[in-house]
């Protein structure tokens, strides 16, 4: 059988980021050894390795690498040693200018309460238990690229300004792939606004319920961010999918994230709803992954990083880019297994027990991986 050829831009980023990426992508390397598919890497400086190394977060011709690629891999960007650089080249600017580059408006944040993970949150189990919600967050638009955003002298002293604005087109498309990926869950979709306070709200919740019209199998509710935030952390089961703006996105999916007992846990995909433009590929749908922590520069270079974020980042490019369900699956299980025979990172104390560095996570890992790939 000739293999599927996908080719991946990996940007290892600042911090921890190369510590799990590499876990990753070898992660995805012996899928590819044991599987008729082949990954081509390629590789670039992102945030402020490449301040560093070239001036910029980002490079032109790097962007333009992204963009022919089947997908991208992203470790994390930013750190102290770049907190002084100008606003416009700060590693931060340059993560959101790919992701508008990119046209990723999507950002898929599951958050998934293993049962082998259930004592280390620090909510309690009988809460937490069960918990397996899907954060939609719009990426592309709202307060975060609204023009005006500046400061400025006034007779009155300094002032500035953001603007939140969102089209219609923006709005709907975000909701619109909200609904359909309810299909393959529980078909329940809560869509998060400030609708008592803010026109760009009032807009979202009309378009949620256009779009609910023509989904007449999935349910819609409403909810307000302030309270949807406190229910969030008192019933987390009661949610399946949630839709939202982009900054009560940013913002809900650190809050989840508390749930699943690390931040190190939970991966991320950025969507475009693209395909791949390389000739011949056999990939379905362009999208970048990356782990939803932080460099963690405290950390960065100790092996102490919990590569689970990125793994399970790389299992999500299989199942959505690659239409590698199998193999997404296996890699999820093995994650699975490694956790429950109680092998944990820092980030995740198991009493009685050491934890192991991120290397030696991801090699258990993998040996879990190769059991599933070759029985
Ligand atoms: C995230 C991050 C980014 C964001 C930062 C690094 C720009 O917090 O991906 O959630 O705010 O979107
Ligand atoms: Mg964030």
Redesign the pocket.
């Known amino acids: 059988m000739t293999a599927q050829t996908f080719h991946i831009l990996c940007l290892p980023g600042d911090g921890v980021g190369p510590e799990v990426i590499h876990e990753a992508r070898q992660t995805l390397d012996l899928i590819a050894s044991s599987r008729p598919v082949e990954f081509v890497w390629s590789e670039a400086a992102f945030g402020g390795a490449a301040i560093d190394a070239h001036g910029v977060p980002l490079r032109d011709e790097d962007a333009d690498l992204a963009a022919n690629s089947d997908s991208v891999l992203l470790g994390a960007?930013?750190g102290p040693k770049w907190e002084n650089v100008a606003p416009e080249i700060r590693p931060?600017a340059g993560?959101?200018g790919l992701r508008q580059r990119l046209g990723l408006f999507a950002n898929l944040r599951p958050i998934k309460v293993l049962e082998a993970l259930v004592d280390a949150s620090p909510m309690k189990a009988e809460i937490v238990r069960g918990t397996d919600l899907l954060i939609v967050r719009e990426?592309t638009g709202g307060i975060?690229f609204g023009k005006p955003s500046e400061q400025m002298e006034t007779s009155e002293g300094r002032s500035a300004v953001d603007t939140l604005v969102y089209s219609e087109i923006e709005i709907q498309r975000l909701i619109d792939l909200g609904f359909e990926l309810a299909k393959g869950r529980r078909n329940k979709v809560t869509s998060v606004d400030k609708a008592n306070v803010m026109a760009s709200s009032r807009l979202w919740r009309t378009i949620a319920n256009e779009v609910a019209e023509r989904h007449p199998d999935t349910q819609l509710e409403h909810a307000l961010v302030d309270s949807c935030a406190m229910r969030l952390l008192l019933r987390p089961t009661d949610y399946d999918v949630m839709v939202m703006e982009n900054m009560f996105g940013?913002i809900l999916?650190?809050e989840a994230a508390v749930l699943a007992g690390s931040l190190g846990m939970l991966p991320s995909a950025s969507l475009s709803g693209r395909k791949p433009i390389r000739e011949g590929t056999s990939a379905v749908q362009f999208g970048m992954y990356e782990p939803?922590h932080?460099s963690a520069p405290d950390i960065a270079g100790q092996n102490k990083a919990n590569p689970c974020g990125a793994i399970l980042s790389a299992a999500m490019m299989l199942r959505i880019s690659f239409g590698l369900d199998g193999e997404a699956n296996a890699i999820e299980s093995a994650i699975n297994a490694t956790l429950e025979d109680g092998i944990r990172t820092a980030d995740l104390p198991l009493p009685g027990s050491q934890p192991v560095g991120t290397t030696e996570f991801g090699d258990k890992v993998r040996a879990h991986l190769g059991r599933v790939l070759g029985s």
Do not use: A
């Open positions: 960007v930013g931060e993560l959101l990426l975060y940013d999916s650190d939803i932080g």
